[in-house]
């Protein structure tokens, strides 16, 4: 998703209405209750559980993405679950009840955004009954595990100086210091400061005559930005202090349209907020005077809730400022003006869920624009987007690239009520736009557009009429059309029947097995998915997809199938304990972390046989570093370089972090046996991690925890 894109969705997401009354059910083992979902709206569920009752039920989602949320009997959030497969497809969630009582289920569009389509899910309890002793002692070990896990960052202090790469250093000081600041102030206090003086090395140690200078200013930004989101929301003062400080670096990007310094201060009021939103406001407007930056409207969005008069009055400084601008020249300028329109338009959105008996303020805040400032700063928005005219071949500018973001966005009630008369030239201006000039790129437009609205049949018949060096790209997608539709055989048929080169031919039914199988695993057919990957022919394609695909094994089945399915899984990535690729060795460590949920005997079988291999290839690597690929700089294995042996490292990494839940020692004791001492202080950061139980995000995919 690009910048641009993941700004609106974010802007949207702030402007979502609220949330609409929701129905509430009692569900009951058995029964499957289905409900329709749309933008703005949330349904409820409740459930009467024992003490000590494991739960597991599942929300099949068809057509929207949904995200469940749990609250005990006290009202408490038990968290959020929701797992990455989109608008098809269950959101599976376990839990083992702490107290009795009633808890509630709440099912909501992800995101709760305004424009979000409307769908519909399915909930129903898959399995409840009295947790075994195994569960029961599980949930009871927590705190003894986090404990552990506290500890084992206490010992590592010491171990952080014998990194010597400065960027492998700060990153393992930032997840030391994030996972001590609730429990140990002020060694995560210590480590943020040796973190931040660590970046000040990395910089001191830029050249910028290097040839490699974007990849070495990159990190730098990414290593500030890493200070930032740990140090904000515990002292966003001595954050900004060091953004300043450290803002010694050119940008090797002269047309970048985008301040990184102007965001970085921004998410820093953002961080301010909740602790002072006077401070936050003033240095949103000292930004301001500097340049445009979209996160100034998270502040607005914020202050309408609680300081209604701070929030109108940066608006209209911002808008004011904006009057000014020529909006087709700065992108943020223009992102900006459209989203302020926006904002000042739509409900005041709160940034959690209100309570049951939530009932607004009497009195009305002030409007963020007066009618006044709002038609000014329209009609100038406006006005400008459509005195663009497209250059021949109106090929891409980022002036295009804004008159089109503008007219999209500014279509609506808005539009007919300042400016009536502009609607059909709007609508001429969106068409010209996104037309190309190019005869080849306009053909091949109006097939996409005949595909996309037409039949199956339809489809076929448009694409006979093409071009003869255009048709097996567009048959491709007929073909991808009715796999969309739930017809794999009509889509092999249509590859089979209409593409005659042989290898263009064998590559497109290659994809549609592959896509096939990822649509099946996405929505819980695990054992049609494995009975695809076994169907590949190549070895390597079939660890591959198992790596894409294990993770989703076991959500909405009882232990003893999920096993049956992690075996089958297992055997077909090979006979050997070891792996002969590296899609074997991602599949296999893959697979290591779904046994973790049931068997961690089993899950340690699989991983520990790799722990070796890592060993030597990582030694192996050493020797050809320089040869055609840097393993090492330094001295050091380059964990984020994206070498392969970095990446095997990193998810050898990950599935010891995971094996920790069920087996501290054991998983300790395998980061024990890993000989670069770089990757084993980051194999301990991940066990620490995992056994304190820091979920990253706050947000959880079904996996059992006892509440």
């Not at 509430?24 to 409740?46: C, E, H, V």
């Not at 959030?77 to 808890?103: K, M, Q, R």
């Amino acid at each position: 998703m690009s910048r641009s894109a993941t700004v609106l969705f974010t802007i949207a997401i702030l402007f979502s209405t609220g949330w609409a009354k929701a129905q509430s059910d009692s569900l009951q083992p058995g029964i499957t209750i289905q409900r329709n979902l749309a933008g703005g709206q949330s349904q409820r569920f409740t459930i009467t559980l024992e003490q000590d009752q494991f739960l597991q039920f599942v929300v099949d989602q068809h057509g929207i993405d949904v995200i469940v949320r749990m609250f005990s009997p006290e009202g408490k959030s038990l968290g959020e679950f929701d797992s990455p497969n989109g608008t098809e497809g269950p959101e599976n969630v376990s839990v083992i009840c702490a107290t009795s009582g009633i808890y509630r289920i709440e099912v909501a569009p992800l995101g709760q955004f305004e424009n979000v389509a409307p769908g519909r899910f399915e909930i129903k309890i898959v399995e409840l009954r009295r947790a075994t002793d195994q569960e029961l002692q599980a949930g009871k070990n927590q705190e003894i595990l986090k404990a552990e896990g506290l500890a084992l960052l206490t010992e590592l202090e010491d171990s952080f100086s014998q990194i010597h790469l400065p960027q492998t250093r700060v990153r393992a000081q930032l997840q030391a210091a994030q996972l001590l600041w609730p429990s140990d102030e002020k060694l995560a206090t210590k480590l943020a400061g040796d973190a931040m003086e660590g970046v000040k090395e990395y910089l001191a140690g830029v050249d910028a005559d290097d040839r490699d200078y974007y990849q070495t200013y990159e990190l730098a930004m990414q290593l500030r930005q890493e200070v930032v989101q740990l140090l904000g929301p515990h002292d966003p003062e001595a954050a900004l202090g060091f953004v300043r400080a450290t803002r010694v670096l050119a940008s090797p990007d002269v047309n970048q349209s985008w301040d990184r310094e102007l965001a970085f201060e921004i998410t820093l009021a953002n961080q301010m907020f909740a602790k002072d939103p006077r401070r936050a406001v003033q240095l949103a407007e000292e930004t301001l005077k500097r340049g445009y930056s979209i996160g100034l409207l998270e502040i607005v969005a914020r202050l309408r809730a609680t300081e209604p008069e701070l929030a109108a009055k940066l608006a209209q400084e911002i808008a004011a400022k904006l009057q000014g601008e020529k909006l087709l020249r700065n992108q943020e300028a223009s992102n900006l003006a459209v989203n302020l329109l926006r904002l000042a338009h739509s409900p005041i959105r709160r940034f959690e869920p209100p309570p049951a008996d939530f009932a607004p303020p009497p009195k009305t805040p002030p409007a963020l624009l007066s009618e006044q400032e709002f038609k000014d700063l329209f009609e100038k928005t406006l006005n400008e987007a459509l005195s663009y005219n497209a250059p021949p071949g109106n090929s891409y500018s980022p002036e295009k690239n804004s008159a089109q973001n503008i007219l999209s966005m500014l279509k609506g009630p808005e539009l007919t009520a300042y400016a009536p008369a502009s609607v059909a030239v709007i609508e001429k201006s969106v068409v010209e736009l996104n037309t190309s000039s190019d005869p080849q790129s306009a053909r091949w437009q109006k097939y996409q557009e005949t595909i996309n609205a037409g039949t199956l049949d339809e489809s076929l018949v448009e694409v006979q009429r093409a071009p003869r060096d255009m048709r097996d790209q567009l048959y491709q997608q007929v073909a991808q059309k009715a796999l969309n539709l739930g017809d794999l055989p009509r889509a092999r048929q249509i590859v089979k029947d209409h593409i005659s080169n042989p290898s263009q031919r064998q590559q497109a039914l290659s994809n549609l097995e592959q896509q096939a199988i990822r649509m099946d695993a996405s929505k819980g057919r695990i054992e049609d998915a494995l009975r695809g990957v076994n169907n590949l022919r190549a070895p390597r394609e079939r660890a591959m997809m198992l790596s894409q695909i294990v993770n989703q094994i076991g959500s909405g089945l009882k232990r003893a199938a999920a096993l049956d399915l992690l075996e089958q899984a297992r055997s077909m990535v090979g006979s050997s304990a070891r792996a002969e690729s590296q899609e074997q060795m991602m599949a296999l460590l893959e697979v290591s972390r779904g046994f973790s949920r049931y068997d961690s005997k089993r899950a340690f079988e699989v991983v520990e046989p790799l722990l070796d291999q890592f060993n030597e290839m990582s030694a192996a690597a050493l020797v050809l570093n320089g040869f055609g690929q840097d393993f090492y700089q330094d001295g050091e294995l380059a964990m984020q370089n994206g070498s392969s042996v970095a990446n095997f490292g990193n998810q050898l990494i990950l599935t010891l972090g995971t094996l920790a839940t069920s087996n501290f020692d054991r998983a300790k004791a395998g980061a024990e046996r890993l000989e670069r001492p770089e990757v084993r202080l980051t194999a301990y950061l991940a066990i620490a991690q995992q056994a304190i139980g820091e979920d990253v995000g706050g947000r959880r995919s079904g996996f059992v925890r006892r509440f």
